[in-house]
């Protein structure tokens, strides 16, 4: 996987969501999270979603992700309640989905020394099919 070049006297790092593979199928990059991905996302009719750890027919779990910053510590992070965000239809131009950083999006350390105890991020992605010309996903 590709490195995220550091910034703010950060180092690069690695963010690995991948979910364990124990018939080693598709492990590409020789990491796996044990409550790393599937993730199911779900929307809601006020223009929220939700995400949670596990597939939509599953039971929900803890979301997991590491950080593995260059020449450093691996830093594990876990969130049991489900990520809210918002979206945007396709009716106000990009159908986009975002996620603010605060409470909704907060992860606790529980793994890595020089970590960050808590952390929380956010983002926005425009949501469009997997195609070879990027075709816009509709949400309604």
């Known amino acids: 996987m590709p490195e995220c070049t550091g910034t703010n006297g950060l180092p690069n790092a690695t963010v690995t969501s991948n979910g364990t593979d124990p018939l080693n199928v598709t492990k590409n990059d020789e990491e796996d999270v044990l409550n790393g991905a599937p993730y199911c996302i779900t929307g809601n009719t006020d223009d929220t979603f939700s995400l949670r750890g596990g597939t939509c027919s599953e039971a929900p779990r803890a979301i997991e992700y590491v950080i593995d910053f260059t020449g450093l510590s691996n830093c594990r992070y876990s969130r ?61």
Not at 81 to 109: C, K, S, W, Y
């Open 80 to 140: 049991l309640a489900a990520i809210t965000g918002t979206f945007r239809t396709h009716a106000a131009g990009d159908a986009t989905a975002t996620l603010i950083p605060g409470v909704n999006t907060e992860f606790q350390r529980v793994e890595g020394i020089l970590c960050a105890a808590k952390v929380r991020f956010g983002m926005t992605i425009t949501l469009e099919t997997d195609k070879t010309t990027a075709e816009p996903l509709y949400v309604s």
